[in-house]
Every structure is written in structure tokens, then in C-alpha cells.
């Protein structure tokens, strides 16, 4: 399995923007389908986004579309999550996670290897 670490959460007010990083090592990250989920206080963890291999195909939570963009960079072994125009309902521990994969992967139950987390508050 990968090994993951998440980064660049924090405390930011409604409208700023934070870029999440999510370090790989073990293995190289080209052939793994990537995703980003998040879980709120007293929720379920939800699907944020998800990229495939190659950066060609990338799905998102309809309540992120637009602010939202999740990229890769396959040569450094890292993917990142910017986030735009936050708001509220966005605070959450987010999660990187990662998948022998070449297809889009969604499904949290598809994923194998999780990051620990990294706390995004955003206040009003």
C-alpha cells in the first residue's frame, strides 16, 4: 500500500481559498486513482473529489463544482485539492485516499489506502 499525508488545512474565513496537498510514498502514485473525502462532526465521511491516473478524468460532489479543483502531480507523487470561495458547510477533516487503479473511483469503500486527516475550519 501507499502511505499518505495530508497537509494545508487551517482556519480561514467564508470566500478564502486553501490548497490541500496529499504526500504519497511507497509507491509511485501514477498507476493509483486518487480521491479526496471530507466528514464533518457527527456525519458520515463524503466523496469531495476523485482524479484518475493520467489527470484526464476528474468527478466532484455537486456541492463543490465550480470552487473546487482536484489535480496531481504524478512526478512528485503528490495531489493537491484547491479550494475556492469556502464556505461554513465546507468544514471538515479532510482526507486523501488512494487506489490501484486507471479507472475514476467515487466510492469510499473502493479506496484501500487513507491519509490521517487535515482539519479545515471555515467560519462565517
Known amino acids: 500500500q501507499v502511505q499518505l499525508v495530508e497537509s494545508g488545512g487551517g482556519l480561514v474565513q467564508a470566500g478564502d481559498s486553501l490548497r490541500l496537498s496529499c504526500a504519497a510514498s511507497?509507491?509511485?502514485?501514477?498507476?493509483?486513482?486518487m480521491g479526496w473525502f471530507r466528514q464533518a462532526p457527527g456525519k458520515e465521511r463524503e466523496f469531495v473529489a476523485a482524479?484518475?491516473?493520467?489527470?484526464?478524468?476528474?468527478y466532484y460532489t455537486a456541492s463543490v463544482k465550480g470552487r473546487f479543483t482536484i489535480s496531481r502531480d504524478n512526478a512528485k507523487n503528490m495531489v493537491y485539492l484547491q479550494m475556492n470561495s469556502l464556505k461554513p458547510e465546507d468544514t471538515a477533516v479532510y482526507f486523501c485516499?488512494?487506489?490501484?487503479?486507471?479507472?475514476?473511483?467515487?466510492?469510499?469503500?473502493?479506496?484501500?489506502?487513507w491519509g490521517q486527516g487535515t482539519q479545515v475550519t471555515v467560519s462565517s
Open positions: 485516499a488512494a487506489h490501484l487503479s486507471l479507472r475514476l473511483l467515487i466510492d469510499a469503500r473502493e479506496y484501500d489506502s
Open positions: 482524479i484518475n491516473w493520467s489527470e484526464s478524468n476528474t
Open positions: 511507497g509507491r509511485a502514485l501514477s498507476v493509483y486513482a
